[in-house]
């Protein structure tokens, strides 16, 4: 068995299966590992969601900003975005069945020696605390409080994690974590502007994997949500969202032995503008 980790899809269905072909990924016995964003931007959404679901057991897919935007427009909590690609979802003779499938992913995934998240981790989690507060958040998703979730899952604030966090403010801090962060302070305060490269950050932050003494650090995070980052492989981190969908390339790395392999995607560039 193998298994893969794959960067953003965001809806770029064929360039999925053409990095696939390129593995020769064999759906009886390898295993795709998605680091969340399934959906939205790209122009196959609804393709991309069929195929990842149609996998059962050989796909493990956490949840991304994205994913989650699917789940609140759906619900009728938040109007789509303009360039939202998620109609052919919302129209689907399926969808009641993909949303309730999407609703039950995970927010991380800690296997085989490594953990994935889509965006990132606070610099104060254990990779054992934050697989806790995960499971907080999934638990919530699944459960009878879904649509309350939904609705007040959005906002900035609290902008940093305590641990005497309690309801929707304690979930909205793990959720904006977990599929937002990018940079924050060393004290672990989280900033949300800024979603451009390294050089342009503002002054007093820093990205989440170079906060020193970083508590998850011993244990590798694979991670996504920041194609602006570029592809950042070391021992510590592996960020595989190579922006794809702007017309980059879609990334997968085999954990086994590190190995990336990647396709090209320029045929996406005029889907819209990099954020």
């Not at 064929?14 to 990095?19: E, G, M, N, V």
């Not at 900003?65 to 789940?71: I, R, T």
């Not at 309730?100 to 981790?121: I, P």
Request: net charge negative.
């Amino acid at each position: 068995m193998t298994t893969y980790a794959i960067g953003d899809v965001q809806g770029c269905y064929d360039q999925l299966r053409r990095l696939l072909d390129t593995l020769r990924f064999d759906d009886t016995s390898d295993m795709l590992w998605f680091v969340g964003d399934l959906v939205n931007r790209g122009p196959q959404s609804l393709e991309t969601l069929r195929f990842v679901q149609g996998l059962g057991e050989r796909a493990i897919s956490v949840l991304g900003n994205h994913d989650l935007h699917l789940l609140v427009v759906a619900a009728g909590v938040r109007k789509p975005h303009r360039g939202d690609t998620l109609d052919d979802i919302l129209r689907a003779h399926d969808r009641d069945e993909l949303l309730d499938w999407l609703r039950r992913r995970k927010m991380m995934h800690v296997d085989s020696g490594y953990s994935m998240v889509h965006a990132g981790l606070l610099p104060q989690w254990t990779i054992e605390k934050a697989l806790s507060l995960a499971h907080e958040v999934e638990g919530t998703l699944q459960g009878d409080r879904y649509f309350e979730l939904l609705q007040n899952m959005y906002g900035n604030e609290p902008t940093q994690w305590n641990d005497v966090l309690s309801g929707y403010d304690r979930l909205r801090v793990i959720v904006n974590a977990m599929t937002r962060l990018r940079l924050c302070d060393v004290h672990g305060r989280m900033e949300f502007s800024h979603k451009t490269a390294l050089r342009d950050a503002p002054a007093g932050y820093l990205p989440w994997f170079d906060v020193p003494g970083r508590a998850s650090a011993e244990t590798p995070v694979v991670c996504g949500h920041w194609a602006a980052l570029g592809l950042m492989l070391r021992e510590d981190l592996f960020a595989i969202d190579s922006g794809c969908v702007w017309g980059r390339q879609l990334s997968a790395l085999r954990l086994e032995d590190r190995q990336l392999v990647q396709c090209d995607c320029v045929e996406l560039q005029a889907t819209g503008s990099e954020q």
